[in-house]
Every structure is written in structure tokens, then in C-alpha cells.
């Protein structure tokens, strides 16, 4: 059975970064992509970047770039995203989820990782 | 990168048929997915490439492509298919792109 595992909610200082991390189980990180979307309070859903874990090549989304930075361990098979230069605009669910790779759409979700940015 | 264009609501009563459509210049080349989303919950994949349902996803719900247009199709709706959809594409070079959302309201 696949399962993302993510990590605890966080509560962030605007300026500081967030790093959130996602446990992935079987044989994800060899056959799939991880990317990573959003969720702000009564919004839709947002994708900030993903990365292909074998080929460790990434993609973000250009609103995102400079901000963002997805990384990915094999060995733990744990994907990671941190967001910099936080601001009230990033409170949101932060889910990861497998992407199939030819034709990348979404399988499984995490549960998502709550951030909540306030001074 | 490209825009996916969806309805905000749709509202329909219970055994009738709600149609959720998407529209992006890219969906031409690009396939179309959805993905329905309860409240406090994370999304699910129920409908992939355009047509495809992924196993344990009921039959009432079907999917559709023509031209710039995916269609998410829910026959004879119940009550528990009250909730937010999205579509979902992506082009060539690995850009993700999702719809805005449509609630849909079983009356």
C-alpha cells in the first residue's frame, strides 16, 4: 500500500523559512515523481514544484522560483520542500504527492503539513 | 505556462447528472485529469488521461475530451459526491497546472 507520510505542522515568523518533508513508501522514489501543491485557507489548489527523484532533476513553478527548494533522499526515500522568505500569503496545507511520470497526474497524497506564517 | 478554466459552482439535485467542465488552450495536446476534495480532506484522483477511472472510483463518474474542453461527468448524484473538484493538466516540459475549482452542491 503507498503511503506519504508527511511531517507536523509548523507555525512560521514572516522572513523565516519552513522546511517540510514527505516519507514515501514502496517503489515510489524509483518509478514516480514527487511534486509538491498548496492549499491556502478556502482556495484552490496550487502547485509550487516537483522533482524526479531518480534523475534528481526538479521543475518549480516560476512564482515560486528563488523561494523554493525540493530535495529528495533515496536512502530514506523522504522528499523535502523548503520554502523561504515567508509571508502571511504562505499559510496554507502543504501536501506531497506521487506523480506517474509519462502522463503526470496524481495517484496519492499526503495528508498535508499545515503552515501558519504570523508575527 | 498555461490556464485551466472551471465553473465555481454547479448545483444539482440527487439522481440527476452534473457535468464539470474545463477548459485550456493545451488540452488539445495535454490529457486532462480530476481530483474531488471533501472538507478537511486531501484530494483524490478520479478520473486520469481524459476518460480513465482508477480502480475503486464508482462508474458514475466518467470522463470526457473534446478540443479545448475535459467534462467531468457524475450520473444519478448522491449525496456524498457534495464536494470541491479539480482539474488538473500539465505540458511537455513538466509544468503542472490545476483548475480553479468547482463546489459542486447536491440540492
Known amino acids: 500500500q503507498v503511503q506519504l507520510v508527511q511531517s507536523g505542522a509548523e507555525m512560521k515568523k514572516p522572513g523565516s523559512s519552513v522546511k517540510v518533508s514527505c516519507r514515501a513508501s514502496?517503489?515510489?522514489?524509483?518509478?514516480?515523481?514527487i511534486i509538491w501543491v498548496r492549499q491556502a485557507p478556502g482556495q484552490g489548489l496550487e502547485w509550487l514544484g516537483g522533482?524526479?527523484?531518480?534523475?534528481?532533476?526538479?521543475k518549480y513553478e516560476q512564482k515560486f522560483q528563488g523561494r523554493v527548494t525540493i530535495t529528495a533522499d533515496e536512502s530514506t526515500s523522504t522528499a523535502n520542500m523548503e520554502l523561504s522568505s515567508l509571508r502571511s500569503e504562505d499559510t496554507a496545507v502543504y501536501y506531497c504527492?506521487?506523480?506517474?511520470?509519462?502522463?503526470?497526474?496524481?495517484?496519492?497524497w499526503g495528508q498535508g503539513t499545515q503552515v501558519i506564517v504570523s508575527s | 505556462s498555461f490556464e485551466l478554466t472551471q465553473p465555481p459552482s454547479v448545483s444539482v439535485s440527487p439522481g440527476q447528472t452534473a457535468r464539470i467542465t474545463c477548459s485550456g488552450d493545451?488540452?488539445?495536446?495535454?490529457?486532462g485529469n480530476w481530483y474531488q476534495q471533501k472538507p478537511g480532506q486531501a484530494p483524490v484522483l478520479m478520473i486520469y488521461?481524459?476518460?480513465e477511472r482508477p480502480s475503486g472510483i464508482p462508474e458514475r463518474f466518467s470522463g470526457s475530451s473534446s478540443g479545448t474542453t475535459v467534462t467531468l461527468t457524475i450520473s444519478g448524484v448522491q449525496a456524498e459526491d457534495e464536494a470541491d473538484y479539480y482539474c488538473?493538466?500539465?505540458?511537455?516540459?513538466?509544468?503542472?497546472?490545476f483548475g480553479g475549482g468547482t463546489k459542486v452542491t447536491v440540492l
Open positions: 488521461k481524459d476518460s
Open positions: 522533482i524526479i527523484p531518480t534523475f534528481d532533476t526538479r
Open positions: 488538473q493538466s500539465a505540458d511537455s516540459s513538466g509544468t503542472v497546472v
Open positions: 504527492a506521487r506523480v506517474h511520470l509519462e502522463w503526470l497526474y496524481v495517484d496519492h
Open positions: 493545451a488540452l488539445p495536446k495535454q490529457f
Open positions: 514502496g517503489d515510489t522514489f524509483r518509478s514516480y515523481g
